[in-house]
Each structure stands twice: as structure tokens, then as C-alpha cells.
């Protein structure tokens, strides 16, 4: 089955920083790749995704690069708020070919320092 | 995307017993999930509720201990039968997207603690 590898498990910036968040995937029939951002008390939410006919996505201050080849993708947000302290799990599935399954990540913990 | 609610948010069992979840969605969709997230951990898939049919487990969780209720296009329930703290956990349904064929949406979990 899909395993997937999420790093680093925590990460602190300074408010205004970057952030790059990275995970590894090893089912290369895997073509959707999610990331959701998960606050205190709350379900995880969609943030941005990506499918594997693209190598990168950008939705206003966060963006996601996929490289199929090294079968890994990433999450850069960039111009860091107080508010984007959460947990972040990137994910994998073979979505729209009738298998749903996301298999997350172990989370990142991002915590940014105003 | 759809508006995803569960019920209980949270609740405090006594080992032995067993607790109903309610998953409620605003919109009919095809595909519901129910996950769990232990304390501090990722999130792992529990089943794939089918509805008119059996849900659908995955390695590691069985039927008995799981039972899951897919009565129509909007609702789901999930029950955690003979409760151990081992089960305290959040308990979250997901629904796949009616417009897109990939996205997943979570509702806000139900956090059980097993005492």
C-alpha cells in the first residue's frame, strides 16, 4: 500500500518567514496529492491540492510543487501570519479512479513567532 | 463545498459501553469516510461507508467493533462498540466532493475519552 513521509514534524518561523513543508510518496499510480491544515479543536481543513498532471499550484500565499519522478511534493507558504499556526498533513490518493483512500502523512506542527 | 456536521463533538464513555457518532451533510454525496486521529497522531481510515450496502474496513479494523450505518445520501453513523481508553480518540467523517472527484472534506471530529 501507499506510505507516506512527512518532514520535518515541527518547524518554527519568525512572522513574515517562509515555510516549506516536505513529504515522500511511494505508490507511483498515486495522482492526487492534498494538504490540510488542522487548528486546535477542529477537523482538518483543505487548503490547496495538487494532481499529477501538474507540477505546481500557487492559491495566493500558499503553493504546492510536485515532482513525479523523485515522487515528492511540497508546501510553501510564504509571508507567514500568526494565524497559519496549525498542524499540516500532506496526503496521497489515486483519486478519480474509484479508489478515495488518503493516506496522510504524521503532520507538521508549524508555528510562527510574531 | 459541503457543510459536514457531527454529533457528538465529544464525549466521556465508561470502558464496556458503546457510542453512536452522527454524520450529517448539507448535500447528497456518494462517498463518506470515517477516519480516526488518535491523540496527537495522523489520521488513519477506518472504513468507507457504501450506502444500501456494507461498509467497507480497512486492515486493522473490523465490523464488530465498528459498525457503520449508511441509511441514505446525507447521513452516516459510526458506533464504537465495547469501548477501552485504547479507543480514545477523535472520530472524523469526511465526504468526497460532488463536483470533483478527488477532493475530500472533513467534518469538525467527535473526541472521545474511554475511561
Known sequence: ?114 | SAVISQKPSRDICQRGTSLTIQCQVDSQVTMMFWYRQQPGQSLTLIATANQGSEATYESGFVIDKFPISRPNLTFSTLTVSNMSPEDSSIYLCSVGSTSDSYEQYFGPGTRLTVT
Request: proline share 4%; charged share 20%; with cysteine.
Open chain 1, 1 to 114: 500500500g501507499e506510505n507516506v513521509e512527512q518532514h520535518p514534524s515541527t518547524l518554527s518561523v519568525q512572522e513574515g518567514d517562509s515555510a516549506v513543508i516536505k513529504c515522500t510518496y511511494s505508490d507511483s499510480a498515486s495522482n492526487y496529492f492534498p494538504w490540510y491544515k488542522q487548528e486546535l479543536g477542529k477537523g482538518p481543513q483543505l487548503i490547496i491540492d495538487i494532481r499529477s498532471n501538474v507540477g505546481e499550484k500557487k492559491d495566493q500565499r500558499i503553493a504546492v510543487t510536485l515532482n513525479k519522478t523523485a515522487k515528492h511534493f511540497s508546501l510553501h507558504i510564504t509571508e507567514t501570519q500568526p494565524e497559519d499556526s496549525a498542524v499540516y498533513f500532506c496526503a496521497a490518493s489515486r483519486g478519480g479512479a474509484g479508489s478515495y483512500q488518503l493516506t496522510f502523512g504524521k503532520g507538521t506542527k508549524l508555528s510562527v513567532i510574531p
